[in-house]
Every structure is written in structure tokens, then in C-alpha cells.
């Protein structure tokens, strides 16, 4: 998924890139990779569950 705004940190400098979860329509993303391309950021994820 590519995002325009997010609180995920891509990771610079030495620094981790961040992991957490996406919930948007009842859906759930594990985040496990951030990449910055250009002026957007490249965010790698797996589906999870699809909430009821």
C-alpha cells in the first residue's frame, strides 16, 4: 500500500523502519516494512483478518 501521510517511520540514518497494524474497513494489515520513494511512503503488509 502507498500512502501519502502516515505515523509509520520509514527508517533513516542507522534508525529501524516502525511495524504495527492498518485497520481501515473492517479489514486489519500487519505492517512489517516502511520504505520511502520519492515523496510517498511504500508501506509492505499483509492481510490479516477481515472483521464481521
Given at each position: 500500500?502507498?500512502?501519502?501521510?502516515?505515523?509509520?517511520?520509514?527508517?533513516?540514518?542507522?534508525?529501524?523502519?516502525?511495524?504495527?497494524?492498518?485497520?481501515?474497513?473492517?479489514?486489519?494489515f500487519e505492517v512489517y516494512k516502511v520504505n520511502k520513494q520519492m515523496d510517498k511512503l511504500s508501506i509492505t503488509s499483509k492481510m490479516l483478518t477481515v472483521c464481521p
Open positions: 500500500m502507498i500512502l501519502d501521510q502516515t505515523i509509520f517511520y520509514p527508517g533513516d540514518g542507522g534508525q529501524e523502519h516502525d511495524t504495527g497494524f492498518i485497520v481501515q474497513n473492517r479489514e486489519e
